[in-house]
Each structure stands twice: as C-alpha cells, then as structure tokens.
C-alpha cells in the first residue's frame, strides 16, 4: 500500500452556500465542471472522463456545507486516503463563501493534482459567474 498524501487546497468563491452545493452535490451539477459526466445510483456516483469510470460511494453529505466522497477502485478498501471532500466554508464576519478541497495524492503527484483541482475550480466558476 502507498501512502498518500493529505493536502486541503482553498477557493475564494463569490456564490451562495446553497447554490455552490447544488453544483458538488447533484449529479448534473458536478458533471457540468468536475467530470464529463456524472450518474448516481442512490450513494453510488460514476464519473466519467474521456474514456475511464471511476466510481465513488458518497459517504457523508451536510446541504450547503459540505460533501465527502470515496473512491472505490481501490484494492485496499480499509484504505481510507482514497477520499475527496468538498466544504463550503464562509466568513462570519465579511460573509465570504470559501470551497474548501481536501484530497490525497502520491508525493511525486501532488503538484499535478492541485494543478487538476486549480483547473476543475476554475470551470466551476465561470459556470457560477464568479471568475
């Protein structure tokens, strides 16, 4: 088993709680910035890209603060790295909605993976008007 590496990366964001999760929770949202397409079966989501599924078992969810899934393509399944969370985080004060993103990558591969995750937040704000 590899470890990898835990990095939480952060995403000033100028949307609504309720609207931002709409978009990290819902199949049709997600598929709109994070995948080219995007099926549920109840817990079960299937991300599609290009030509490769990957398949992921939402496993907790809070409307309008966050939503975590893990991936099942691993061997190991007590492996628990293998997961992403999604958490919308917001300013008491200034009100400032802030999409929080912590995931697990090789060493030699967390670079190329936040790069990923810089370009997936990016479509995901021209589609919310807020790039």
Same mark, same amino acid.
């Given at each position: 088993?590899s470890?990898?590496?835990? =990095?939480?990366?952060? +995403?000033?964001?100028?949307a609504?709680?309720?609207?931002? +999760?709409?978009?990290?929770?819902?199949?049709?949202?997600?598929s709109?910035w +994070? @995948?080219d397409n995007v099926n549920?079966?109840?817990e079960?989501f299937t +991300?599609i *890209?290009?030509?490769?599924?990957e398949?992921a $078992?939402?496993i907790s969810?809070?409307? @309008?603060e966050? !939503? $975590? =899934?893990? *991936?099942? /393509?691993n061997e190991? #399944?007590?492996? /628990?790295s293998?997961?992403?969370e999604?958490?919308?985080?917001?300013?008491? !004060?200034? &009100?400032d909605?802030?999409?929080?993103?912590?995931?697990? @990558? #090789?060493?030699d591969e !967390?670079?190329?993976? &936040?790069m990923? *995750?810089? /370009?997936?937040?990016?479509s995901? $704000?021209q !589609?919310?008007?807020s790039?």
């Open positions: 088993m470890d990898k590496i835990k =990095f939480e990366l952060e +995403f000033p964001i100028h609504s709680p309720q609207l931002l +999760f709409q978009y990290l929770s819902t199949p049709s949202g997600l709109e +994070f @995948a549920s079966r109840g079960l +991300f *890209w290009d030509d490769s599924e398949q $078992k939402m969810k809070k409307t @309008a966050r !939503i $975590k =899934f893990k *991936w099942l /393509n190991d #399944e007590d492996d /628990n293998i997961f992403f999604l958490r919308i985080q917001v300013d008491e !004060i200034t &009100k909605v802030s999409l929080m993103v912590t995931d697990f @990558a #090789e060493e !967390i670079d190329e993976t &936040k990923l *995750w810089d /370009n997936q937040i990016s995901l $704000k !589609i919310l008007g790039g």
